[in-house]
């Protein structure tokens, strides 16, 4: 590798290359495209109107072209819009200024670029002091340990008998709120509610006590780590971030004593720890884009033992821009940031101890973690090992230098098998060193501690600041096996990089096994499974009812499920690719069975409007499952289900009956929660008997072969849920 070529994270002659990061607004001339270079504020909006709507004027009526537009809150009067140059921000004033839009005249003019938070923070913490700067003093007194804990795994320091209570608190707070909507919107169902409260506790429905993880350390099957320096020992370090960059934190923590992340995750972790610190690339710097290591993705198999690993880097080339059955060491999957440590000041792979927003950019080590398993914190050592001998830094988020960026873990709790993916910035890294990196790589996780940690799996990710349109790079597989695979009900799922399996494997059986007994299945019951992902909850329904149909918009998590339906021997399931509010009806249609089950499991976000229009007004629907990571932010899907019929809802309403909180989170804050919500016997409409709204094209099963329904979905965005 050539030695000019080489971004160490040490040379101090590095410093006069590099853009001036105590200035305010020096990121705009960097080389990467900014929103705030070409921004325009824009006044007098109506008090009625939505961004999509905003979007149609502009960019088809007008013929703009925006990049990005910003809205300080819903219902604002005013907005940033964002554009790719200044002749197109100039021809949008022109447009735009005086424009009569739903009776109000529009202001339109040439805003000001956003300083950049870190700098911002670290002038104000020159001149004064401040709540923050207190609270950073109080953070200071806490070890690097104690403050990647807290940012990872705030209840890490409470008995898990305490966890849960909070976590039932909690629940029961949202679905307090989500009865008093059910009891505003009906008026004539009001003393009915009132009759049901009484009976279930001040709620209408019957809520049980919450489930508890299977496992509560080391339950994480995926972990994402960071690719930095640790601030500690000042070396290259594979871990999470110690805060975010907007606090000014670029520092990464390794990742050990994260007891939420298996052994063969950190041993994987470790594995390409000691390769990058081997590595001539420094870890990516989200300071300054420099650095080329970004990230390191592990998956691990709590089946097999088999592991995933998936290295992420930056090339740097410049653009123009229930109770948990297990409440430690749980999580299958992990994302750590490489940074460095604040206290050894050491390149350290872990969870970030702060946002960059707050000033906080350093990354604490894992090893403390209690709801990491052993395994990913073995790998994530492994990896912390190997970029603290990288001659390449850690990316720092203040001026966007160094390499690494990432590590994520995936583990198999069946099968012990990790997955690491390592993420770095290529910075100005040619395609002959990072080719010679990634034969580094494959070196360092093909070693016999690297094997003995688990890792099956080796991939590698470039991540790079996108250009506005671009699709955002993808994990490439370096060695070992594409996937890792772990078991659920007996049931055998491949995962591969990007795809969505439950992180607290022990956990899933427990969400899955409630959903089941909830639902009533029967054998002559058909499945519908909404945002099926990998199509881990239809296979389990699979063996108790007579059909499952599947939809999901990423097609690669398509592909997944029909593997494991292949490999698992089960013939009664067919998936299909394409979002829930497009395909639904089609896949309904296709559904013979009078008793259609619909088990949704959307993301975080919830179902799209028109999925819940639809299930509504699909007549054969009796009973729905829902099942969520964040119940408060998808309140507004069950206040639309259980709606009284209307011009657009055509189908009786739906009927929450049962809610089980499921912890698949322990040490955290986070909950899973499934509800039964049951199609209301009476208050039908003759209005639609087509079980399919009118709005809404009818097809005919024969009309709908699976190749259609892919052919016609097209995936947009990665569905992470």
């Known amino acids: 590798m050539a030695e000019e070529n080489v971004m160490k994270h040490n040379d101090p002659m590095e410093t006069e290359e590099k853009t001036e990061i105590n200035e305010e607004y020096a990121y705009l001339d960097r080389g990467g495209f900014s929103s705030e ?12 109107y939505g961004i999509a709507e905003l979007k149609k004027l502009m960019n088809l009526k007008l013929g703009l072209n925006t990049s990005k537009i910003k809205r300080p809150k819903n219902g604002s009067h005013w907005l940033f819009a964002c554009f790719q140059n200044d002749e197109e921000r100039t021809k949008a004033i022109e447009a735009l200024n005086g424009y009569s839009w739903k009776g109000k005249t529009l202001i339109a003019e040439v805003a000001k670029p956003a300083p950049d938070p870190l700098v911002r ?50 629940i029961k707070n949202i679905l307090m709120k989500f009865d008093n909507e059910i009891w505003k919107i009906d008026k004539l169902k009001r003393q009915e509610i009132e009759a049901k409260r009484k009976k279930f506790n001040g709620l209408s429905f019957e809520l049980r006590p919450i489930e508890k993880s299977p496992v509560a350390f080391g339950y994480r099957n995926k972990c994402e780590f960071t690719v930095g320096i640790d601030e500690e020992t000042k070396l290259p370090t594979v871990g999470f971030r110690l805060g975010s960059y907007v606090t000014g934190t670029v520092g990464v923590g390794p990742i050990q004593s994260m007891i939420h992340i298996s052994e063969q995750t950190k041993k994987a972790v470790l594995l390409f720890q000691e390769y990058i610190r081997k590595s001539k690339l420094a870890p990516f710097s989200p300071a300054d884009y420099s650095g080329h290591w970004r990230y390191l993705t592990v998956r691990d198999s709590t089946s097999t033992g088999e592991v995933m690993v998936i290295v992420s880097m930056h090339p740097q080339v410049r653009y123009i821009s229930e109770k948990s059955p297990v409440a430690f060491g749980y999580r299958n999957k992990c994302e750590f940031t490489v940074g460095i440590d604040e206290e050894t000041k050491l390149p350290t792979v872990g969870f970030r101890l702060g946002s960059y927003v707050t000033g906080t950019v350093g990354v604490g080590p894992i090893q403390s973690m209690i709801h990491i398993s052993e395994q990913t914190k073995k790998a994530v050592l492994l990896f912390q090992e190997y970029i603290r001998k990288s001659k390449l830094a850690p990316f720092s988020p203040a001026d966007y230098s160094g390499h690494w960026r990432y590590l994520t873990v995936r583990d198999s709790t069946s099968t012990g098998e990790v997955m690491v993916i390592v993420s770095m910035h290529p910075q100005t890294l040619t395609e002959n060193e990072l080719n010679e990196i990634k034969r580094d790589l494959i070196e360092h996780f093909s070693s016999d501690e690297a094997v003995a940690c688990g890792v099956k799996s080796l991939y590698f990710e470039q991540i790079i600041k996108r250009r506005v349109g671009e699709d955002g790079s993808k994990p490439v597989h370096l060695s070992g096996s594409t996937h890792i695979t772990d078991t659920i009900l007996g049931k055998q799922f491949r995962i591969s990089p990007e795809a969505f399996f439950q992180i607290n494997t022990a956990g899933a059986e427990v969400l899955y096994r409630s959903a089941i007994e909830m639902s009533q299945v029967k054998t002559e019951s058909t499945v519908v499974d909404i945002c099926c992902g990998t199509g881990t909850i239809g296979l389990c329904f699979a063996q108790h009812c007579g059909k499952v149909l599947g939809l999901e918009m990423i097609a690669e998590a398509v592909k997944d499920a029909k593997a494991n339906a292949e490999l698992n021997k089960i013939e009664n399931c067919e998936f299909f690719t394409g979002k829930a509010e497009d395909i639904l009806p089609s896949v309904l249609a296709r559904a013979a069975a009078d008793d259609i089950i619909a088990i949704v499991d959307p993301p975080r976000a919830g179902l799209h409007m028109r999925a819940i229009t639809q299930l509504r007004n699909t007549k054969k629907v009796n009973r729905l499952v829902y099942i969520s990571c964040s119940p408060s932010s998808v309140v507004k899907n069950f206040i639309d289900l259980t709606r009284p019929s209307s011009k657009t809802l055509k189908g009786a309403p739906f009927i929450p009956v049962r809610a089980v909180p499921v912890d698949m989170f322990p040490q955290t804050k986070h909950v899973e929660l499934a509800i039964l919500f049951e199609r209301e016997s009476s208050g039908e409409t003759e209005e639609d008997n087509t079980g399919i709204t009118n709005n809404v094209e009818t097809v005919k099963s024969e009309d709908v072969p699976n190749e259609a329904l892919n052919e016609n979905s097209e995936t947009t965005s990665n569905g992470n849920k």
């Open 121 to 170: 923070k670290r002038k104000r913490e020159e001149v004064e002091g401040n709540e923050q700067q207190r609270k950073k003093k109080e953070d200071d007194n806490k070890s690097q340990e104690e403050r990647l804990k807290d940012a990872t795994t705030p209840y890490w320091n409470l008995p898990y008998e305490e966890q849960l209570k909070l976590k039932e608190k909690e």
């Open 37 to 48: 270079k070409f921004k325009i504020e824009l006044r007098g909006l109506p008090k009625f």
